[in-house]
């Protein structure tokens, strides 16, 4: 038996939106001992139709027979193994960070570099919005971590297979 | 014309050609039973909703067809769990229908509410809450076609009261609209054909065959293949009947099968488990490398390559690493196989795997499958042996689960599919029974007999009833040793003879037992006893329950011990 490296795999799924098909998916995770990092799931374009975008970790084995045992779930329509296509993926992370009088310019200079947006300010607190790939975010979140970072809401990534090239 | 929910149940079991229907009423279902009168579906009546699953179980591997049962809301529905795993374990085609609290009540904590889509969401192929009476006749429809196509399972339908009390139009859906499910049944023709050049090129391969072969009636396809290519063919528990231990003669004597070579794996034959660990080639058809199977996976078939066919793509390379992976339905991957193979002269296969099937035979005589005989007291294994040698393997076995369950796998030769209902994979004590009237249900003419222990029979002994209520006339043979046998074995060999748990004294007195339920009751104490009883037995038109006190201590050899490879069998 071959063993590989654990990696971090991103899966799109695009399934029938009807009650518990969530349940569905997290409870084949759960059951077989397999990993959710982040998982995010809203309705597509589509009626009907939900995309749900999930990062997991493990070796090969584990991915394949995920990818498997996601295909066998009736509700689901299709799965994407974003290990064998190119994507494109983003995350958004709304983070609460302490403004004081002292520190508001550096924030306000890190929110310029990251192309973020300040949301809501108080007295002592901007909320920021961050968009972009996870090391964007992480990247962030290290530097506002200096300066005293109150609450994070991270949304997880949603991701796309890129368009096929001519 | 509108129709209530409870018409529309019958109507479109009906439509699925449903002839009986194993429930326990309650509550939330009574509707359906209001309705059932008028409809010319056979109820069963149960005693335990765990006995309605296995019942319908039963009926449906005995059968092929689809297993009903029908059960109320809360504890009725919770029963049946056991049921509804065992047959997603073994893949099953069943339908549970269960009652459900009326819609506005769910959540609410309900008299008898409990969330069975939930419950049962990992051990289901899949599962419904109807909410909507505009949808029942489409659920039922998908429920039935989900359980029988692909890889069959178990399906779950959970019916709101106010659902079934509620009216609509009848019309029966022609078709199913699953745009998640298309199983692949066709199967790839240039893996056929890589399977092949490595087939034929082998100097030592061995089949491996489960239970897809029975699920997909490819018997005579696997006789086929096995004679094209010269190779022996093992099967796992699940496939014991898939392929033919004895063959009849063109004067009509049955002889052992020169390719059979007996079960693999925990409790396999000598000869089967050497040859997977020296076959240069496993073709595995319709099976999943289970791990009673495998023994220790890092040493199971360390010289082989591996083709395997499987309907469900998850079941390939989910515990070995597959050479040549084949998804497919095993009856048109043997099918196209077959054309491949005809296209090779058979004298070349046989000059080619002589030295190995040579090489088998020599295993298969140095430890052939034994028990030391006595006279003094019943040995399990010889009432397995005249049980076969009485029924020349016309009956329909059922077995409980444990030592009974082995020796019936080793010592009853079984010649034909669907002779053997057993649960495999989960391994649920209390099947057998409930199983077997289910089975005669499917085949009333047909001997039924339920191989069981002391232990397993008590687990849904209250179905005797059902089998007297309904004129069933199942046989139960129990080999009474007192004990749980494998555990106290396993204690024995692995566990310090530290017996704790295992001891059965204080059973019921079965003869006893069987005549209070209104069943025939049958004692034998002595090997002489045997063959008479069994004979009684199996001339009563009656339910019948018999009792052989066999020997205490009697152990299920060969045995390999947990976590080793499967060369490293205990032999006595």
Known sequence: MIITEKQRYTIGILVQNVPGVLARIVGLFSGRGYNIETITAAETHEPGLTRITLVTTGDERVLSQIIKQLNKLINIIKVYDFAETEFVDREMALIKVRAEQATRAEVLRIVDIFRAKVVDVSPHFYTLEVTGNEGKINAVLELLGQIGIVEVARTGKAALARSKKH | ?572
């Not at chain 2, 399977?195 to 391969?205: F, G, Q, T, V, Y």
């Not at chain 2, 049955?254 to 660990?277: C, D, E, F, K």
């Not at chain 2, 099937?357 to 030391?372: C, G």
């Not at chain 2, 063959?531 to 006190?549: C, G, S, Y």
């Open chain 2, 1 to 572: 014309m509108k129709m209530k929910g409870s018409q529309i149940f019958f109507e479109c079991l009906k439509k699925e050609g449903v002839e009986v229907i194993f429930g326990f009423p309650g509550g939330a279902v009574l509707d359906i039973y209001h309705e059932m009168p008028k409809h010319d579906i056979r109820h069963i009546l149960v005693r335990h909703e765990q006995g309605a699953a296995h019942m319908a179980d039963g009926y449906a591997r005995s059968s092929g067809r689809v297993g009903v049962c029908l059960v109320t809301s809360g504890p009725g529905a919770t029963n049946t769990v056991t049921g509804i795993a065992t047959a997603y374990m073994d893949s099953v085609p069943m339908v549970v229908f269960t009652g459900q609290v009326p819609t506005p009540l769910i959540g609410d904590d309900a008299f008898q509410e409990v969330d069975i889509i939930g419950i049962t969401r990992p051990c289901t192929k899949h599962s419904y809450l109807v909410r909507n009476i505009n949808d029942l006749q489409t659920v039922i429809r998908e429920a039935f076609y989900l359980a029988r196509t692909g890889r069959p399972g178990p399906v779950v339908v959970d019916l709101p009261k106010d659902v079934i009390q509620a009216q609509t139009e009848f019309k029966y859906p022609k078709k199913v609209d699953l745009p998640g499910y298309h199983p692949t049944l066709e199967a790839h023709s240039g893996q056929v054909k890589r399977a092949h050049d490595i087939l034929k090129k082998s100097k030592a391969p061995v089949i491996f065959a489960g239970g897809g072969i029975i699920i997909s009636e490819s018997t005579r396809e696997l006789m086929k293949i096995a004679n094209l290519l010269q190779a022996p063919v093992t099967c796992s528990l699940m496939g014991l009947g898939g392929f033919p231990a004895g063959v009849t003669d063109s004067d009509g004597r049955r002889r052992p099968n020169p390719l059979w070579l007996g079960m693999v794996g925990m409790h396999g034959t000598y000869q089967a488990n050497m040859a997977i660990s020296h076959a240069d080639v496993i073709f595995g058809v319709g099976v999943r490398f289970d791990d009673r199977v495998t023994g220790k996976i890092s040493e199971f078939a360390p010289k082989a390559r591996i083709i395997h066919i499987d309907v469900d793509p998850s079941s390939i390379s989910k515990n070995v690493d597959v050479d040549v992976p084949i998804v497919g339905d095993c009856k048109n991957a043997l099918q196209q196989l077959i054309r491949f193979c005809e296209a090779e002269p058979i004298e070349n296969q046989a000059a080619a795997r002589r030295p190995w099937l040579e090489q088998i035979d020599k295993w298969r005589k140095d430890h052939p499958l034994t028990y030391s005989k006595d006279c003094e007291v019943i040995k399990p294994q010889y009432v397995i042996e005249k049980i076969c040698e009485m029924t020349g393997g016309n009956a329909i076995i059922t077995t409980e689960v444990g030592q009974h369950q082995m020796w019936t796998a080793q010592f009853y030769e079984f010649d034909r599919p669907r002779t053997l209902l057993t649960s495999g994979g989960l391994g649920t004590m209390g099947y057998g029974f409930p199983a077997a009237i289910g089975a005669q249900m499917a085949f009333p003419d047909k001997l039924v007999i339920d191989i069981a222990g002391d232990g397993s029979i008590q687990m849904n002994i209250q179905e005797l009833c059902t089998a007297v209520c309904n004129d069933i006339p199942v046989k139960v043979a129990i080999l009474n040793n007192k004990y749980l046998g494998l555990p106290r074995q396993w204690q024995e060999l692995f566990y310090e003879k530290n017996y704790t748990g295992s001891c059965l004294e204080g059973s019921p007195d079965f003869v006893k037992l069987a005549e209070s339920y209104g069943a025939v009751g049958l004692r034998a104490v002595k090997p002489e006893e045997v063959e008479p009883v069994l004979r009684e037995a199996f001339r009563i038109k009656k339910p019948v329950l018999m009792d052989f006190v066999v020997s205490r201590e009697e152990g299920v050899y060969p045995i390999v011990p947990p976590g080793k490879s499967i060369t490293e069998m205990l032999l006595a």
